[in-house]
């Protein structure tokens, strides 16, 4: 196997931690474990779009994942794509689209690789009516440290299949997947923007809008008073119209340098979150848009991570179920701009209630919310240790993919299948998120 002499360190995309990480590239299928000089711990990695430390380990070495890229197979009578797991959404929709496909799910960046959004089982906007990203994933092969190479589905090693799916790399590497696309007729959404005020005006509009494909709200959690969770709503279909697919543009924005302090003042959020609510005059408004802008806003300025400075950033994301979810997700805002912190992108959607096929995924049904927020010494990590306190106690859970910061008991009462799963982890594969949560168990 190649191997390069010096790797630039790998960085998760909130910049915390940082660790030091060797990382070993990985061209072709049958790399690992032939090959590799295998240190004692391993763990494999795509775009390092996680926010925390599930993508990363400390002295140890890091599976990258970015040379196995290749389509396979495309059948497109059923839109059934094979491809390596480094492949990422982005390269599967410059070839899908053009032909009349597109992802079945889709997370916020089409920046992420498929192993990785198997391994986190992503959700997207349509979880309410699509489930997890691995629902659309009928099989995959996974190759395990004493060089076993096992196709997974719900037929064949169904329980390595569930474990892998939603197992944040744990179980061994990934080599290729299927993905079942969903066909389309044009690359335009068909978008509605509806204004809101508070959570009772968010749900009631999540109900009215629940046979629509695409929904989400962008809110904003620096405001009090009569604007406190004011935010607009976002829906979306394909449309139906037939145009041409073309492929599109590469981003050309970039951040070059990391943002100084000033810029992620409170006031300064608060006059973008006034912005970002004001820049839609109408109370609602509808329009056909492409698909980019609608799923990928964030794409269009590369580095964007950087804004937050060289201290990094903490994203907290829960899903409270709808039980609690009103009054939770109210306290949970509360205790936020109680704070004194604010956010520049606050997300909040409805999630349904199509199982995942995966053991450990995220979602369940109820309200999720997600914010970035950037590390303040001493202010911060109080406020995400609160919020996952409150968490656990309004019945929720938080999102690995997200975090840096949930406790062992945290982790073992949000996910109380943890002993089953770690039946299946390989024994060579570790994480510094999966260290930092069983360490004490
Ligand atoms: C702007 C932005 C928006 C986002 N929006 C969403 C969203 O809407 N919904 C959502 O669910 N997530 C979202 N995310 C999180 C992101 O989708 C996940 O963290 C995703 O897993 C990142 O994929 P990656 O290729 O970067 O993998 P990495 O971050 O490098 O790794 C993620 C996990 O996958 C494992 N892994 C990677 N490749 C393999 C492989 N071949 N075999 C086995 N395990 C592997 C790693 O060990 C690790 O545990 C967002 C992230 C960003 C930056």
Redesign the pocket.
């Known amino acids: 196997m190649p191997r390069t002499p010096k790797v630039p360190a790998?960085e998760?995309?909130g910049r915390y931690p940082r660790l030091d990480c060797r990382v070993e590239p990985l061209y072709w299928r049958d790399d690992f474990p032939r090959g590799t000089r295998l240190p004692p711990e391993v763990?494999?990695?795509?775009?390092?779009?996680?926010?925390g430390d599930?993508?990363l380990l400390e002295d140890g070495t890091?599976?990258s994942?970015l040379g196995?890229d290749r389509l396979l197979h495309f059948d497109p009578a059923t839109g059934l794509l094979r491809c390596e797991?480094?492949t990422?959404l982005d390269e599967i929709l410059r070839f899908a689209v053009p032909r009349g496909w597109f992802l079945p799910v889709?997370?916020?960046?089409k920046?992420?690789?498929?192993?990785?959004?198997?391994?986190?089982?992503?959700?997207?906007?349509n979880h309410h009516v699509a489930g997890?990203?691995g629902a659309h994933v009928p099989a995959f092969e996974?190759v395990r440290s004493d060089g076993a190479r096992l196709t997974c589905s719900a037929a064949e090693n169904a329980d390595l299949y569930a474990a892998?799916i939603g197992?944040?790399?744990?179980?061994?590497?990934?080599?290729w997947a299927e993905i079942q696309l969903r066909p389309i007729s044009s690359r335009k959404i068909r978008y509605e923007g509806i204004k809101f005020r508070g959570i009772d005006e968010f749900l009631a509009l999540s109900s009215s809008n629940g046979h629509a494909e695409y929904t989400v709200a962008w809110i904003d959690c620096v405001s009090r008073g009569k604007n406190f969770a004011r935010g607009i709503y976002m829906v979306g279909d394909h449309s139906e119209a037939i145009e041409e697919r073309k492929p599109s543009r590469a981003p050309r924005l970039s951040v070059p340098v990391d943002f100084p302090a000033f810029a992620l003042s409170r006031p300064s959020m608060r006059l973008f979150n006034g912005l970002y609510y004001h820049k839609q005059l109408r109370r609602h408004v509808t329009g056909l848009v492409d698909y980019e802008p609608f799923f990928?806003p964030?794409?269009a300025v590369l580095h964007?991570?950087r804004i937050y400075g060289k201290r990094g950033f903490l994203?907290f994301?829960c899903v409270i179920p709808f039980r609690y979810g009103r009054d939770g997700i109210v306290a949970i805002l509360e205790a936020i701009t109680e704070a004194g912190l604010a956010s520049f992108l606050a997300?909040l959607k409805v999630m349904g209630d199509r199982p995942s096929p995966g053991l450990m995924s995220?979602?369940q049904p109820g309200i999720t919310l997600?914010l970035d927020i950037a590390i303040k010494p001493g202010v911060t990590f109080p406020l995400f240790d609160r919020l996952a306190e409150m968490t656990r106690e309004l019945g929720g859970r938080l999102?690995?993919?997200?975090d840096a910061r949930m406790t062992g008991p945290q982790f073992r009462a949000f996910y109380p299948q943890w002993q089953q799963f770690a039946q299946y982890r390989d024994p060579a594969?570790l994480?510094a998120?999966w260290e930092r949560v069983t360490a004490d168990a």
């Open positions: 790998f998760s995309w763990l494999p990695v795509g775009m390092g779009r996680s926010y599930v993508c890091l599976l994942t196995m797991s480094g990422t889709t997370p916020g960046t920046f992420v690789t498929v192993g990785g959004a198997i391994a986190n089982d992503i959700h997207g906007k997890t990203f996974l892998t197992g944040m790399g744990l179980t061994g590497l990934i080599t990928y964030l794409d964007w991570n994203q994301q997300v995220f979602p997600a999102y690995p993919a997200k594969f994480s998120f």
